[in-house]
């Protein structure tokens, strides 16, 4: 039965995606695919592209039989182990072509593909505790900003971290002269940074932080980068250094995959240097080799096969066209807004642009993500601009806006 409802699942959205409205059988099913097209093309408050190409992929992957294979990717994928029901290669290569992009050394990293941006989170905060926890015996105190995404937050809750917010200015970035009166020099600190806030789409001045963290030598420190999804279309523009562990110099970083992308369901990738993850618990799996430090066991067999497709399908540059074509529709959209005299505010580097909340109605017609400051005048709300949010589309939504 499980077989039966996974086969009639996947076969909708192979349909879905390919534009077929060949009908499942199912009347409740068929009625929300509709209301599911329909929806995704004002769909502008998240940050999910909705033009995946992963359309193909499902047509091989169901036409091998693979959807009839119990493919599971336990253990390390940057060592060989005996477990052959995996897609751990392609896993490797998929890291392999994200290495350089975030400016690690081949020779200096290890990565997986995460469930999700909330999981190279966990992976992060987990490596960067034990990192410091091994290097001074001591557990680290967690700095990140109030207006960092809540997963990590939640995630030093999950692993009884110390955590501190640090206030941000008005514009989402955390002060680095509030991480300097907040840090607590007797213990190692671990710093998250935010590579673009949740909803004002802010990124932290890495390099204004890490200054005040040199002024502090015998203060032990770990950086992990949350970049969800702007760690997703920077490295394919001019503003590569921002993701860039050379540049920036963090240890690790947490993207993710159903964002930029487009990947159809929730992936990521985690990256680290070597160094961090050889200094991680060692838990002897004799049947993987002995080498299993992350925290998760079994790990999802087809995301990998998915990243992999898509660096074949679209590759560098195709991602470098979307990438300087969604910031040239923000700057429009930005722009638009202000010609209308319509409050509204965009951070450097942003694909994301918050304004003041228009009508419920609208909201609801473009799924709008809503957001509430004081400073910017109370109740506000964001559009993601992302490849499927052309500047034909903004049209339609400021004209809207305009007659609201």
Known sequence: MKRYIFGVLLAVTVLTLTGCTKSSGFDKLDQWTESWKKGQQTYFGYPCNQQSALHDFYEWYVGTGLDRVNLNNAGDPMTDHPWSMSTQAFEREVIEFFTPLYGFDKDDVWGIVTYSGTDGNNHGIYFGANDLMNRTGQLPIVYVSDEAHYSNMRLCDL?????????????????????????????PALIVYAMGSTFKGAIDDIEALNAVLAKHPS?????????????GYLPFTEH????SSKEMH????AISGHKFFGIDSP???FLCTRKVYDNQNNFNVTYLNGNMKM???SRDAVQPLKFWW???????????KQANQMLDCTAYLEQELKKIGWPCWR????????????SPELCSLYNLALGYDEAFGGELAHLVVMQHVTKEKIDGFVKRLTND
Request: aromatic fraction near 10%.
């Open 347 to 358: 951070n450097e580097y942003s694909n994301t642009v918050f304004f003041r909340r228009p």
């Open 159 to 187: 692993q009884h971290l110390d955590v501190r917010l640090i206030k941000s200015d008005a514009m989402g970035r955390m002060i680095p002269e509030e991480l300097e009166a907040s840090l607590d020099t007797t213990r």
């Open 295 to 297: 925290i998760s066991c």
């Open 310 to 320: 898509l660096i074949q399908k679209v590759g560098y540059d195709q991602w470098s």
């Open 267 to 269: 992936s990521g990738l």
């Open 240 to 243: 590569q250094r921002m993701v």
């Open 250 to 253: 963090f240890e690790s970083i």
């Open 219 to 231: 203060m032990e420190t770990y950086r992990h980068v949350d970049a969800a999804l702007f760690g």
